[in-house]
């Protein structure tokens, strides 16, 4: 069972954008779903995105409905997440995590998920 790594976490201006990379050991497709999670200080963790694997379908929260975008690279093993329109409300611990089941109705759900990558800090601020 191997756990995600993520990338690209940074310092960035409100109005910029920024893309971060969770890294599996092998294939993506050993799993039935992959999600990113945030958490802000002093607040509760939330989901964020999530992609299927067998279907390639897309999940977002409301708060991110047309800024964020995740997608799959098989060939690198790789889940991108491209966030646009960045503001300080983005700011959080953003993490990746895979589920060895899926049910759509909680994807968004922390406990569904199954392996957990240590996160990877993004900081909206001008």
């Known amino acids: 069972q191997g756990q995600p790594v993520e990338s690209g976490g940074a310092l960035v201006q409100p109005g910029g954008s920024l893309t971060l990379s969770c890294a599996a050991s092998?294939?993506?497709?050993?799993?039935?779903?992959i999600g990113w999670f945030r958490q802000a200080p002093g607040k509760e963790r939330e989901g964020v995105s999530c992609?299927?694997?067998?279907?390639?379908?897309?999940y977002y929260a409301d708060s991110v409905k047309g800024r964020f975008t995740i997608s799959r690279d098989t060939a690198s093993n790789t889940v991108l997440l491209r966030m646009n329109s960045l503001s300080t409300e983005d700011t959080g611990v953003y993490s990746c995590?895979?589920?060895?089941?899926?049910?759509?109705?909680?994807?968004?759900?922390?406990?569904?998920?199954?392996?957990w990558g240590q996160g990877t800090q993004v900081t909206v601020s001008a």
């Open positions: 092998g294939s993506t497709s050993r799993y039935y779903a």
């Open positions: 992609i299927s694997v067998s279907d390639g379908h897309t």
């Open positions: 995590a895979f589920a060895y089941n899926f049910w759509a109705k909680a994807w968004d759900r922390a406990h569904m998920y199954d392996s």
